[in-house]
C-alpha cells in the first residue's frame, strides 16, 4: 500500500465522509472497447482495453488501459479469469501480473488466467506525470515536517509547484479516481467474457473492490479483500489512526529487537530513540560516497525508510536494524536502500514509473480534505499526540490536496452507497484482516466486514501488512479452497502465523 508513506512528503490520502451531491454510476458497456490478446514477456499475453475518459461524455476520447494475462500451462477445469490489483494507489498491477506464479499456488494458477493491469494513470495506462527524477528526488529530500511559520510556507509553495507541474504534464487530471477505476474493471470483466469478476485486492485494492462491489454487486465472482480500507471514516480520524499504527508497529520492532544479535539499539530504548534519530538527521543527514559523489540522506528519507520497513516484520525489520547500526556511525545506505526501494528509485537515479505521482494525484481525488490549510497548520499538534512519531509528519497533509481540488474545482462525488451497506453480492465477499497491521489497522477490515452484508471475515493475528502468502497455512488454504471450490467458512475464522 502506497497511501501511508505518501503522507510523509506533504501529501495527502484520507477518506471524507463530508456530504457532497449524489451521483448514481452511469451505466456501463463495452461497446467499443475489445481485448486483442498478442504474446509478451515469454509467458505471458497482453492486451490494451479502451475506455471513456468521462463516462458522462465519451466525446472526450479515451483512456488505454494496459492489462497482462498468465495462462499456466497446466490449466485444467478452468472457472475463469482471477483479476488482480497490488494495492497503492500507484502500484502497478502488469508488475504484480508478471509475479502471477510467485503469488499464487499452483492450485489457482491451474484453475483460473492470471489478469493484471495498471488503473487509469498509473503505469502504463495513460499514466499521470508530474515530476522527473530529479525533481522527484529533490521532493523526497524535502523537509518533511514544517516546523514553524516560514517553513509552512516553503510547504505549501512546494506542494503548489508539484501541483502546477502535475496539470501542466497531464491531460484530463480531474479524470483519475478510483470511482472511475471501478467502472473500467467492469468494462475489463465484459472484456475478458466472464459472466462474474472473480477479484482479489490487496490494501487499497480493497477499496477499488469495494468500490465495484457497491454497484455492480450482481457481477460479483469470487472475491477476497485482503488488507481492508475504511469506505467511510472521516479524514483527520483515518489519518491518526494509521500514524497510530505505524507508531505501535515501531514499538513492536522496539521490543523484538533484543532477540536479535545484531540489535543495534541501546538497552532499555524507547520510542523516543528514534524521534531522536529524525531530530539529529533533520540537521545532520546522513551520506553515502559512491567514489564519484556523496548522496545526502535527509530527515524525509529516513522517515520514509523507517516506516517502509514496519509493513513487513519478516523482510523489513532486519533491513531496519541494518539500516539503524549504519546511520550509527553516519552511513545513509541503509535507510537509502528502505526509502528507494518503496519510491521505485533504480541505482542510476532514475525511478520505475510514476507510482509516486500517481498516488498522490488519485488519492486527492478520492478523498477532497474537508480542512482549509490554516485549520490544518493550527491544529497539526493533535497529530503529535495521538502518534508522537509518525504525527507530525502526517499532520500536514491535506494542503496538496486542498490546491489541487482549488486547481481544478473538484468536489468530491459521493455515491449513495458510500455511508450505507452494501448488499447482498451474487457471491459472498472474503475479507482478510490483520491484527498489527500498521497500513490498514484491523478494525477496518471488522468494518468492511460488517459493511458487506454477507461477507466473512479471516482474521491473522499476527505482524505486518495484509494477510494472504504471509506464512499461515490457515490463511491460506482458507483463500484457496474458496476461489478453486467456491466454498465460504461458514462463520468468521481466526488465523495465527505460521499455522
Not at 475489445?34 to 497482453?46: A, S
Not at 510514476?354 to 490554516?374: F, H, K, M
Amino acid at each position: 500500500m502506497k497511501r501511508v508513506l505518501a503522507l510523509l512528503t506533504a501529501t495527502a490520502f484520507l477518506i471524507s465522509a463530508c456530504a457532497s451531491p449524489v451521483k448514481p454510476f452511469p451505466t456501463v458497456t463495452n461497446d467499443a472497447s475489445k481485448l486483442t490478446w498478442k504474446k509478451c514477456h515469454r509467458d505471458f499475453q497482453c492486451a490494451t482495453l479502451k475506455v471513456p475518459i468521462d463516462y458522462s461524455d465519451h466525446k472526450m476520447g479515451t483512456f488505454d488501459i494496459a492489462v497482462i494475462r498468465y495462462r499456466d500451462a497446466n490449466q485444467h477445469d478452468r472457472i475463469g479469469s482471477l483479476v488482480i490489483n497490488p494495492g497503492g494507489p500507484g502500484v502497478s498491477g502488469i508488475d504484480y501480473g508478471l509475479n502471477a506464479e510467485y503469488i499464487f499456488n499452483p492450485e489457482i494458477l491451474e484453475r483460473y488466467d492470471i489478469v493484471g493491469f495498471d488503473p487509469r494513470g498509473i503505469g502504463q495506462s495513460s499514466p499521470i506525470t508530474c515530476l522527473n527524477a530529479e525533481e522527484q528526488d529533490k521532493s523526497f529530500a524535502s523537509d518533511p515536517k514544517p516546523d514553524d511559520a516560514v517553513e509552512f510556507a516553503k510547504a505549501l509553495t512546494d506542494a503548489q509547484d508539484f501541483i502546477d507541474k502535475c496539470l501542466a504534464k497531464t491531460p484530463y487530471l480531474e479524470h483519475y479516481s478510483t470511482r472511475n477505476a471501478a467502472l473500467d474493471m467492469e468494462l475489463l470483466r465484459q472484456g475478458l467474457g466472464d459472466k462474474k469478476l472473480n477479484y482479489m485486492g490487496f490494501s487499497y485494492g480493497t477499496y477499488l473492490g469495494t468500490l465495484y462491489a457497491q454497484q455492480f454487486g450482481q457481477n460479483v465472482g469470487r472475491f477476497v479483500l485482503d488488507g481492508a480500507i475504511h469506505p467511510s471514516m472521516s479524514i483527520d480520524q483515518q489519518t491518526m489512526v494509521q500514524a497510530a499504527g505505524f507508531d505501535q508497529a515501531l514499538k513492536n520492532f522496539i521490543a523484538d529487537c533484543p532477540q536479535h544479535k545484531d540489535c543495534p539499539l541501546p538497552a532499555g530504548a524507547t520510542q523516543k530513540f528514534f524521534t531522536d534519530l529524525f531530530n539529529k538527521v533533520s540537521t545532520q543527514p546522513l551520506a553515502i560516497n559512491s567514489g564519484k559523489s556523496i548522496r545526502s540522506i535527509t530527515e524525509g528519507l529516513v522517515v520514509i525508510g523507517t516506516a517502509s520497513a514496519l509493513y513487513d516484520n519478516d523482510s523489513g525489520w532486519p533491513l531496519l536494524r541494518t539500516a539503524v547500526a549504519q546511520a550509527l556511525q553516519g552511513d545513509g545506505s541503509g535507510f537509502a536502500q528502505l526509502a528507494d526501494g518503496y519510491n521505485g528509485r533504480n541505482s542510476d537515479g532514475t525511478y520505475h514509473d510514476n507510482q509516486n505521482a500517481a498516488n498522490i494525484i488519485i488519492d486527492c481525488l478520492d478523498w477532497t480534505e474537508s480542512r482549509g490549510n490554516e485549520y490544518i497548520r493550527i491544529h497539526a499538534g493533535k497529530f503529535t499526540t495521538a502518534a508522537p512519531v509518525f504525527g507530525p509528519y502526517v499532520a500536514y497533509s491535506g494542503i496538496t490536496c486542498n490546491l489541487l481540488n482549488e486547481a481544478i474545482n473538484h468536489t468530491r462525488i459521493v455515491t449513495d452507497q458510500n455511508t450505507a451497506q452494501i448488499q447482498l453480492t451474487a457471491t459472498p465477499i472474503l475479507i482478510i484482516g490483520t491484527t498489527q497491521d500498521p497500513a490498514t489497522p484491523y478494525a477496518w477490515a471488522q468494518f468492511l466486514s460488517r459493511y458487506i452484508l454477507g461477507s466473512r471475515l479471516i482474521t491473522l493475528s499476527g505482524q505486518g501488512h495484509t494477510g494472504y502468502g504471509r506464512g499461515s497455512a490457515c490463511v491460506d488454504d482458507a483463500v484457496d479452497r474458496y476461489l478453486t471450490a467456491g466454498v465460504i467458512p461458514a462463520k468468521n475464522l481466526t488465523c495465527r502465523s505460521n499455522s
